[in-house]
């Protein structure tokens, strides 16, 4: 029951993994020898320096729809329009809309969901904005936000 037109697609996915894998493997290896290089410098200043002490660093990554900082100056320009508090849920709606982001699925939608959400936090933590109260619903509700 062979089906040639999926093994060569199969095959082709493989071999473009493959690809990928070497790829990163050879950038792993250059970063290896750069580290190693560090190292030896880092020996030649102070020759008993402990290298536990120093911890990697996380990589932030971007998402591919807003520059840094556009979230929330975009949220606070939507609160100032508003004559009412709006929902989280409302407040991300509108920002898919506003930037034309094709949301490909739920875990899409919740995943911006979730940096509308974050980002109100923070603006919260820094008295920008507040949070008004709940809508009763599924997941313990939607938080109802204005500005300060």
């Given at each position: 029951m062979s089906q040639p037109?999926?093994?060569?697609?199969?095959?082709?996915?493989?071999?473009?993994?493959?690809?990928?894998?070497?790829h990163h493997q050879a950038h792993i290896q250059r970063l290896s020898?750069?580290?190693d290089q560090l190292d030896a410098t880092m020996l030649l200043f102070d020759a008993d320096y402990d290298f536990k002490k120093a911890?990697?660093?996380g990589i932030r990554v971007t998402n591919p729809w807003f520059k840094?900082?556009?979230?929330?100056?975009?949220?606070?320009?939507?609160?100032?329009?508003?004559?009412?508090?709006?929902?989280?849920t409302q407040l991300t709606d509108t920002l898919i809309q506003m930037k034309g982001i094709e949301v490909a699925g739920l875990k899409e939608r919740?995943?911006?969901g979730k940096l509308v959400f974050g980002a109100l936090k923070r603006m919260a933590d820094r008295h920008q904005?507040?949070?008004t109260g709940k809508i009763k619903g599924a997941g313990g509700g939607v938080m109802l936000w204005t500005l300060f």
């Open positions: 037109h999926v093994i060569s697609a199969l095959t082709d996915k493989r071999a473009e993994l493959l690809g990928l894998i070497e020898i750069n580290v911890k990697s660093k840094q900082g556009e979230v929330p100056r975009l949220l606070l320009e939507m609160l100032g329009r508003s004559e009412q508090p709006i929902t989280t919740d995943r911006l904005v507040k949070s």
